[in-house]
């Protein structure tokens, strides 16, 4: 095991032997999502000249909730919650020598393309081995996508010292009801795993319902809802 790999290794453990992990799950239907790209993608990228991606929709809608849920960007430190009033949001991304998770810095801050440009340096850095510790600390949530890799279903392990994580997974065809009509939806399975001795069961439901009502009404992003 290389450094970085006993690291991860030691922070993983950590992770399972001091919070109390407690998994929720939600579906969400990207049909408005998918719409949103496929008729504005090309009018996004000539203006920003970045690609609209999927991950900035979920950090935009992750961060509209953490305002929202304020104990999910909670920390315990010692006897006491400490709540921030910043969103810092790291995102997992593979890395020649492993899965590496560099921060978006004050989220609350930036829009959309200022996202992706964001994502876009971070893995460029990760893929040339230029990712530095400072890329690497002090966030308050993370987002990881097992989606890419065609996971359906997880049950992510938070990133300490924070209280929560969301995991994205693939997007799939599946069959839905839509009033009293059975169709065929492009569904994505989500699953949020929080630390229970800060977060409770409501706020977390909470907070990945409201997630999902964001990409599934993706112009709550733009409203601020």
Same mark, same amino acid.
């Given at each position: 095991?290389?450094?970085?790999?006993?690291?991860?290794?030691?922070?993983?453990?950590?992770? #399972?032997?001091?919070?109390? /992990?407690?998994?929720?799950?939600? @579906?969400?239907?990207?049909?408005?999502?998918?719409?949103?790209?496929?008729?504005? %993608?090309?009018?996004?990228?000539?203006?920003?000249?970045?690609?609209?991606?999927?991950?900035?929709?979920?950090?935009?809608?992750? &961060?509209?909730?953490?305002?929202?849920?304020?104990?999910?960007?909670?920390?315990?430190?010692?006897?006491?919650?400490?709540?921030?009033?910043?969103?810092?949001? !790291?995102?997992?991304? !593979?890395?020649?020598?492993?899965?590496?998770?560099?921060?978006?810095?004050? +989220? #609350?801050?930036?829009? /959309? *393309? *200022?996202? @992706?440009?964001?994502?876009? =340096?971070?893995?460029?850095?990760?893929?040339? %081995?230029?990712?530095?510790?400072?890329?690497?600390? %002090?966030?308050?949530?993370?987002? !990881?996508?097992?989606?890419?890799?065609?996971?359906?279903?997880?049950?992510?392990?938070?990133?300490?010292? #924070? !209280? =929560?994580?969301?995991?994205?997974?693939? &997007?799939?065809?599946?069959?839905? +009801?839509? %009033?009293?009509?059975?169709?065929?939806?492009?569904?994505?399975?989500?699953?949020? &795993?929080?630390?229970?001795?800060?977060?409770?069961?409501?706020?977390?439901?909470?907070?990945?319902? #409201?997630?999902?009502?964001?990409?599934?009404?993706?112009?709550?992003?733009?409203?601020?809802?």
């Amino acid at each position: 095991m290389n450094r970085m790999r006993i690291r991860i290794a030691d922070r993983l453990k950590e992770a #399972q032997n001091t919070n109390a /992990m407690l998994t929720t799950f939600n @579906e969400i239907d990207m049909s408005a999502y998918i719409a949103l790209r496929k008729e504005f %993608g090309e009018a996004f990228a000539k203006k920003h000249d970045i690609k609209l991606g999927f991950m900035s929709g979920f950090v935009k809608a992750s &961060t509209l909730a953490l305002k929202e849920q304020p104990v999910v960007n909670a920390v315990i430190e010692g006897g006491d919650m400490v709540y921030r009033d910043f969103v810092d949001i !790291s995102v997992a991304v !593979s890395a020649p020598k492993g899965l590496i998770v560099p921060v978006l810095r004050n +989220c #609350q801050e930036m829009d /959309m *393309h *200022h996202v @992706e440009k964001e994502l876009a =340096a971070l893995s460029g850095k990760a893929r040339d %081995g230029k990712i530095t510790l400072e890329d690497m600390s %002090g966030g308050t949530f993370t987002i !990881s996508n097992g989606g890419v890799f065609g996971s359906m279903m997880g049950t992510p392990i938070i990133n300490p010292p #924070q !209280s =929560a994580i969301l995991g994205m997974h693939a &997007t799939k065809n599946r069959p839905v +009801c839509v %009033g009293n009509k059975i169709e065929a939806r492009p569904i994505m399975y989500v699953a949020l &795993t929080y630390d229970h001795r800060i977060i409770d069961g409501r706020e977390a439901v909470i907070f990945l319902k #409201q997630i999902k009502e964001t990409i599934e009404d993706p112009r709550r992003i733009l409203l601020d809802l």
